[in-house]
């Protein structure tokens, strides 16, 4: 039981445009949402996370999304650059400071130059 | 910034035979650490949590006396692989929440182990 799905496994994006990743979740305790980039053979680093109290939230040419009717957030990156090639993970906990993080399966973002 | 040192990076090891992985929070203290286990192309899966000082709590289907954990002092806790099979074969790494930010797991860099 997925209950945090990235559907997309990949996506391609040109360099200076938006990228656009999506993530749904179905367990309603989540509350607290994050995302990681991760390249081959190396552990996640954190990018950005997202209260449940939010619908956004912003740093740099990272923004999340959170849309909690519909379980969904999403990461926009703007202006892409080749430097985010990278695997990125949205996971989900259900709270602030609760231990435990559910990730989703992963999206292959290729930013082409 | 927080750093976790995670070791050894790759192991090849027989069938049979155990395995151990360090995972180290460098400039930290971490009473809490995580080991996950990544297949390919799939979800980083949380195995287990590494209390300091006490025993594991393990995820539903992991097995206990399979996957030896200890975290014998607030900076170092070990994954031990007893017995590894082929389907042992995966990426684990850990991760541990620096108490000094107000959020952020910090991980490791992995530890590729094949199992032949």
């Known amino acids: 039981d997925q209950q945090v799905k990235q559907n997309s496994p990949s996506l391609s994006v040109q360099e200076g445009r938006i990228s656009i990743l999506n993530c749904d979740y179905t367990?309603?305790?989540?509350?607290?949402f994050l995302w990681y980039k991760k390249y081959p053979a190396e552990g996640p680093t954190f990018l950005i996370s997202?209260?449940?109290?939010?619908d956004k939230n912003e740093d740099g040419r990272f923004t999340v999304f959170l849309n909690k009717s519909a379980k969904h957030l999403s990461l926009h990156i703007v202006p892409s650059q080749p430097g985010d090639s990278a695997v990125y993970f949205c996971a989900a906990s259900p709270g602030f400071g609760n231990e435990k993080l559910t990730f989703g399966t992963g999206t292959r973002l290729t930013i082409i130059p | 910034g927080a750093v976790v040192s995670q070791h050894p990076s790759r192991v090849i090891c027989k069938s049979g035979t155990s395995v151990k992985i360090e995972c180290r929070s460098l400039?930290?203290?971490?009473?809490?650490m995580f080991w996950y286990r990544q297949f390919p192309k799939q979800s980083l899966m949380l195995m287990a949590t590494s209390n300091e000082g006490s025993k594991a709590t393990y995820e539903q289907g992991v097995e206990k006396d399979k996957f030896l954990i200890n975290h014998a002092s607030l900076t170092l806790s070990t994954l031990t692989v007893t017995s590894a099979h082929p389907e042992d074969s995966s990426f684990y790494i850990c991760s541990a929440r620096d108490g000094r930010k107000s959020y952020g797991y910090t991980f490791g860099s992995g530890t590729r182990l094949t199992v032949v």
């Open positions: 400039d930290f203290q971490a009473t809490t």
């Open positions: 367990n309603s305790m989540f509350d607290y």
């Open positions: 997202i209260s449940s109290i939010k």
